[in-house]
């Protein structure tokens, strides 16, 4: 137990560590009776005892009725797994995330208006959070990491990171899925409503402003997460969700106006920088879904766009209504990419013949402000001062006062 509680404390990875699985389970047995292994054992404790009340928690589901028609138990539940979530490691927030998924799905369709929204909002709140500090940590890390062990050290850490990110964007991504029914493992009660029956978790969240809030605020964030794989599902799971606030309704305006506004300048932004070449294609195209659906109903992508450098206003107009005109995705992505051309990343191809202009490290500009910053007080040093955050490829001035 002791060794076990030990390697959970501090595991392999394949491909990553520096030594073979044997070496390090060898190296980790002789530890047993140190102050190493006294620590690490001491520190398994109580992420035993946490995840078996996980365990508990999942057993319970399974009364279904019983369970989830509990009065009060949805927000003093959601308070108890996520109140404190962001002092998880984010190799073991993924055994949260994991739990949350199989409460989402096991909930029975005609409970999911009352017991699903505590535990969503405060979810993806504090999800956001913790992995947005923890990118700029990696981030920072990178400019300071000096050695070969802080190497192997920062690898480990950003491939954690990498896989708890994609867990919680693949959560995200089912629940937009138009294509999933997200029905429970349960059978619904055949006295309730048939309209209560068939509410998809789809559904609940796009009609419900609390819960959408900080789900689209995590999207916009991800779009700017140094992770192709999370950024590309991204970009389809809002691009399946732009249709639907297409209209005048309640809170369609608003949530088309942040859409118009952070969401289009989060992916022109990336679509600069040659990190996210890889991902052009789903950047352009949904760019492009912006403004086909939303330039009638709003001039906000136009004076987003305008506001770009050396950005002519009959060029734009011209653009924004072919567009609009445009009979597929493939040429309406094709005129966003002409007309970004100017501030498009450097292609993968040419990045090792062309040096790259010196950009000296800038403070976060207000756009940046806007979507980047989770908490007011995430990211501040011991005195409570916030420090410089990480250069954008000179991106910090691109959208100037927009």
């Not at 294509?179 to 619904?188: F, I």
């Not at 403070?363 to 005195?383: I, L, N, T, W």
């Amino acid at each position: 137990m002791v060794i076990q509680k030990m390697l959970v404390d501090r595991f392999w990875q394949s491909g990553i560590s520096n030594e073979s699985r044997d070496e390090f389970y060898a190296r980790i047995s002789e530890t047993g009776l140190t102050y190493e292994g006294f620590g690490s054992t001491i520190r398994g404790v109580p992420r035993s005892i946490r995840d078996w009340c996980y365990h508990i928690i999942y057993g319970l589901t399974r009364f279904d009725e019983q369970f989830f028609g509990l009065q009060d138990l949805a927000v003093p539940l959601a308070e108890a797994l996520l109140a404190n979530a962001t002092a998880l490691s984010p190799h073991h927030l993924q055994r949260l995330i994991s739990l949350v998924e199989k409460l989402v799905r096991r909930c029975p369709p005609h409970y999911r208006r009352t017991f699903l929204p505590p535990l969503l909002i405060l979810f993806f709140q504090q999800v956001d959070k913790k992995i947005c500090n923890e990118w700029e940590t990696i981030e920072s890390a990178k400019a300071q990491t000096d050695g070969e062990d802080d190497l192997g050290e920062e690898m480990k850490s950003e491939s954690i990171l990498r896989a708890t990110t994609y867990a919680v964007v693949s959560f995200a991504s089912n629940l937009l899925d138009p294509k999933t029914e997200s029905t429970s493992d349960s059978e619904p009660a055949a006295t309730e409503p048939t309209s209560a029956q068939h509410l998809t978790a789809r559904d609940l969240v796009l009609t419900q402003p609390s819960i959408l809030e900080p789900l689209i605020l995590f999207c916009t964030h991800t779009l700017r997460t140094r992770d192709s794989r999370c950024c590309t599902l991204i970009c389809r799971a809002l691009r399946s969700m732009i249709p639907v606030f297409n209209t005048d309704a309640e809170p369609s305006p608003q949530v088309r106006e942040f859409i118009s506004t952070e969401v289009l300048k989060a992916c022109i932004t990336s679509l600069n920088e040659p990190y996210f070449v890889d991902v052009q294609r789903d950047l352009a195209t949904l760019i492009a879904n912006i403004i086909h659906l939303y330039a009638d109903k709003t001039s906000t992508p136009a004076r987003v766009l305008l506001s770009l450098p050396d950005m002519d206003p009959r060029r734009v107009d011209d653009a924004v209504a072919k567009i609009k005109d445009a009979a597929s995705e493939r040429q309406q992505r094709a005129h966003v990419l002409a007309l970004l051309e100017g501030v498009r990343g450097v292609s993968i191809h040419e990045a090792g013949r062309i040096q790259p202009r010196p950009t000296p490290a800038s403070k976060r500009s207000k756009m940046q402000q806007a979507y980047m910053e989770v908490d007011g007080s995430a990211g501040k040093s011991a005195d409570g001062t916030r420090g410089e955050s990480p250069g954008l490829e000179g991106m910090a001035n691109l959208f100037g006062d927009a």
